[in-house]
């Protein structure tokens, strides 16, 4: 099976930066689409990021575009965010997952995620 742990996220002030990391636990991490969701208060679930097996092929939500980056080490097991210009609309559970389904643009997020973790709270004050 697959165990997904996300850690650091925060409180941050508007415009400072912040990285996220997702360590993977399981067999054959480079087979695994990797991406970054995340939940406001009161809010549904939404797609923030996706990054392909290989790192090669990335997709981000309209909302953190320029300002956030996703990037995998495969020899490391782990995917990050990192997260730059921060405000307070990106105050969330920020969720890690994993699928091994390829996928290409809007595929990447409509696809149904198998593996989640637990989720890391980010908040951006006003």
């Known amino acids: 099976q697959v165990q997904l742990v996300e850690s650091g996220g925060r409180l941050v002030q508007t415009g400072g930066s912040l990285r996220l990391s997702c360590a993977f636990s399981?067999?054959?991490?480079?087979?695994?689409?990797m991406a970054w969701f995340r939940q406001a208060p009161g809010k549904e679930r939404e797609f923030v990021v996706v990054?392909?097996?290989?790192?090669?092929?990335?997709s981000y939500a309209d909302s953190v575009k320029g300002r956030f980056t996703i990037s995998r080490d495969n020899a490391k097991n782990t995917v990050y965010l990192q997260m730059n210009s921060l405000k307070p609309e990106d105050t969330a559970v920020y969720y890690c997952?994993?699928?091994?389904?390829?996928?290409?643009?809007?595929?990447?997020?409509?696809?149904?995620?198998?593996?989640w973790g637990q989720g890391t709270q980010v908040t951006v004050p006003s």
């Open positions: 990054i392909s097996r290989g790192g090669g092929s990335t």
């Open positions: 997952a994993a699928d091994r389904q390829a996928c290409l643009g809007s595929g990447c997020y409509d696809m149904k995620y198998d593996y």
């Open positions: 399981g067999r054959t991490f480079s087979s695994y689409t």
